[in-house]
């Protein structure tokens, strides 16, 4: 499967985007999806997950309550609504998918396609 991350971008502290993925060339149902970021000097940390149904998220605790991960199976969208953005949540964002479509793993090992990332920028 392949995957295009969009909708980065910047915005000021306490404002909001939203970020899509989207999938091709696989059945997207089938797979479990995940958001992660990369800040500059820093390790990729696991940002959220959903599983194959939309039924089951998993959130990192630093985004728990101001981000959502939903996805939308007839059109092969994963998205990612940020609000009550923070200088911290700088980085670039990635959309991963699992070939497991059950649960909703955090580890990044675990994700076997990875989409290009998109550039996010908070500014205080």
């Known amino acids: 499967v392949q995957l295009q991350a969009s909708g980065g971008g910047l915005v000021q502290a306490g404002g909001s985007l939203r970020l899509s993925c989207e999938a091709s060339?696989?059945?997207?149902?089938?797979?479990?999806m995940g958001w992660f970021r990369q800040a500059p000097g820093k390790e990729r940390e696991f940002v959220a997950s959903?599983?194959?149904?939309?039924?089951?998220?998993r959130y990192a605790d630093s985004v728990k309550g101001r981000f959502a991960i939903s996805r939308d199976n007839a059109k092969n969208t994963l998205s990612l609504q940020m609000n009550s953005l923070k200088p911290e949540d700088t980085a670039v964002y990635y959309c991963?998918?699992?070939?497991?479509?059950?649960?909703?793993?955090?580890?990044?090992?675990?994700?076997?396609?990875w989409g290009q990332g998109t550039q996010v920028t908070v500014s205080s």
């Open positions: 991963a998918a699992n070939q497991h479509p059950y649960g909703t793993p955090s580890q990044a090992p675990e994700y076997s396609y």
């Open positions: 959903i599983n194959w149904s939309g039924l089951m998220t």
């Open positions: 060339g696989g059945t997207f149902s089938s797979y479990t």
